[in-house]
């Protein structure tokens, strides 16, 4: 079965500056999708970024930024210009069924 | 936009008691999820529905049911609450079924079983 692993339970940001998450995946497919969802505070769980392997290209959007290393078996998401509305809860998806354990934001002003 | 909703915020029940967890959503989707969601566990998958009256079991099934009459209805139902059974439940759905698709997550039922 295909496990996700997120290393990192809480990580800390300055206002501004840039972040990392880490994320990596077991799998023995070739053909999957990867995600990224956040969950602020008492609010929905929404998606913020999607990879599909077959692609080499990392997906973008906006601030939001993954380094996806396949043969690694690697997905980390990197956030720019931190902003304290990404304080949230971060959870690495594999497929649409298999989660990480999540890694807590704080962003501090 | 999506609309997925779930019945209660906040649920407190008894050991023993059955429970009713019902989510709805709005924008024709084919799969439905129940997960619940444990500090240091992340989203743990419970079942899932491809289909009206279909379901499939996901990693933690023991102790729980479902129950999907209507496409846009899939109810977890807990047959004798448990304490152990305590913690965030989530319901999701996503356009239709092969793992590369968005889900859409419901904003959380907080169950605590005394």
């Known amino acids: 079965a295909q496990t996700v692993t997120q290393s990192q339970p809480e990580m800390s940001v300055q206002e501004a500056e840039t972040v990392t998450l880490s994320c990596t995946y077991d799998?023995?497919?070739?053909?999957?999708?990867l995600f990224w969802y956040k969950q602020p505070p008492s609010r929905q769980m929404i998606l913020v970024i999607r990879q599909e392997a077959y692609k080499q290209q990392n997906a973008t959007e906006n601030r939001f930024s993954v380094n996806f290393q396949k043969a690694a078996k690697s997905f980390s998401l990197k956030i720019s210009d931190s902003q304290l509305g990404d304080a949230a809860m971060y959870f690495c998806a594999y497929n649409d069924m298999r989660f990480g354990a999540g890694t807590r934001l704080t962003v501090k002003p | 936009d999506v609309k997925v909703t779930q019945s209660s915020r906040y649920l407190v029940k008894r050991t023993g008691e059955k429970v009713f967890l019902e989510c709805v959503q709005d924008?024709?989707?084919?799969?439905m999820f129940w997960y619940r969601q444990d500090p240091g566990l992340g989203l743990r998958l419970i079942y899932f529905s491809y289909d009206v009256k279909m379901k499939e079991k996901g990693d933690i099934p023991e102790g729980y049911s479902v129950s999907r009459e209507k496409k846009e209805r899939f109810s977890l139902i807990l047959e004798s609450a448990s304490t152990n059974q305590t913690s965030m439940y989530l319901c999701?759905?996503?356009?239709?079924?092969?793992?590369?698709?968005?889900?859409?997550f419901g904003p959380g039922t907080r169950l605590t079983v005394t």
């Open positions: 799998t023995s497919e070739s053909d999957y999708y």
């Open positions: 999701a759905s996503s356009i239709r079924a092969g793992g590369a698709y968005e889900q859409y």
């Open positions: 924008m024709d989707h084919e799969n």
